[in-house]
């Protein structure tokens, strides 16, 4: 469960299926040049290996060609970016024929000097749809809003990633402490279980920190940025302080693993305590690509709603690796919410 940064205010109730939810990537740049045509492509509950392959046949190219920005929610309607070489298209207008299903459609196409990638994407714009939240589910929703933009979003990876009541997590963590897996684990992808493993323990060290009320803070020894994106350890409190306030800077919490710029001081002994609690040493971990992943994220352009329907709707900005499903948490608090994002 999660330990969520507005525990102290009610949620809307109601439902937020994943068909009432609407994924829109927003270009860091508009794309121009020429060697490639991105397609901008609105599908429905399709998989990415399906929309990829729906384009290829339309460009008459092997689907390796395709580029994507990355997986995102299957579940959901999206609005995303796509693109090919131009050398095997013979015209543009054969990439609008490209579909799937009635589940896809592109909406335009655009020339471009390279393939389309993650980094493109600067954010995601979300609609999400509450169908029959009881009274005063407008005014939870906008007090639970409000403390997010000023206070920031638990950057958590979503929980049911982690599968079934946490089992790939878990068997996860038996893997790399060396243990004795189940046969059900032993027939399953032992990368996919460190992966789920090491997610857990982020999400188990961002539980501590929200719990403490540190989710906004900064201590002795955390990795931080600034404007210029170089990590470095925290100081001077005070003076880092006064850049997170306004979200000048960002915490950063480990991802364990080769690669994982390590805490000092105060900081370091709170990683230490997440594994020791699992009962990993840190060697345990050497196996894994390991990296540094935001604290928490800040919505943006956040409106709340409210539908002739009586539903409520929330339109907010969020990070591309910001998993929607921990905002719903947050908004909507029910005990087992609808899956968030389920990449392919």
């Excluded at 009610?10 to 020429?34: F, I, N, S, V, Y």
């Excluded at 959901?76 to 095997?88: F, G, K, N």
Aim: charged letters at 25%; one cysteine or more.
């Amino acid at each position: 469960m999660l330990v969520l940064a507005t525990a102290d205010l009610p949620g809307t109730g109601g439902t937020c299926a994943p068909h009432q939810r609407r994924c829109t990537e927003m270009l860091r740049d508009k794309p121009g040049g020429e060697g490639h045509w991105w397609l901008q492509v609105a599908c429905d509950r399709l998989p990415n290996a399906q929309v990829r392959a729906a384009i290829a046949r339309a460009a008459h190219c092997p689907v390796e060609m395709v580029s994507d920005a990355g997986s995102r929610d299957r579940h959901a309607p999206c609005l995303r970016w796509l693109s090919v070489p131009d050398e095997p298209v013979e015209h543009p207008n054969q990439l609008k024929l490209a579909g799937a299903y009635g589940k896809m459609k592109v909406m335009q196409v655009q020339p471009a000097n390279r393939p389309v990638s993650p980094d493109d994407i600067v954010r995601l714009k979300w609609e999400l749809f509450i169908s029959e939240p009881p009274a005063g589910a407008y005014d939870r929703a906008r007090a639970v809003m409000d403390r997010l933009r000023r206070g920031g979003l638990p950057n958590y990876f979503d929980p049911h990633g982690f599968g079934r009541a946490g089992e790939l997590a878990r068997w996860g963590l038996m893997l790399l402490s060396g243990a004795r897996l189940p046969e059900a684990a032993r027939r399953g992808d032992p990368h996919r279980l460190r992966r789920c493993a090491q997610e857990w323990l982020f999400n188990r060290w961002l539980a501590d920190r929200v719990e403490a009320g540190l989710l906004g803070r900064c201590i002795l020894g955390d990795r931080i940025a600034g404007a210029d994106g170089r990590i470095q350890p925290v100081e001077d409190t005070a003076l880092w302080q006064r850049r997170l306030d306004s979200f000048g800077a960002q915490v950063f919490g480990p991802l364990f693993g080769q690669g994982c710029v390590a805490a000092s001081g105060e900081a370091a002994a709170a990683d230490s305590a997440v594994l020791a609690g699992e009962k990993l040493a840190s060697d345990a971990l050497g196996g894994l690509r390991g990296g540094l992943r935001p604290a928490r994220v800040q919505p943006l352009a956040v409106t709340v709603d409210v539908e002739r329907s009586g539903a409520v709707t929330v339109r907010l900005e969020l990070p591309p690796e910001t998993r929607i499903g921990v905002l719903l948490a947050e908004v909507v608090k029910l005990d087992h919410p609808d899956p968030g994002t389920d990449d392919d």
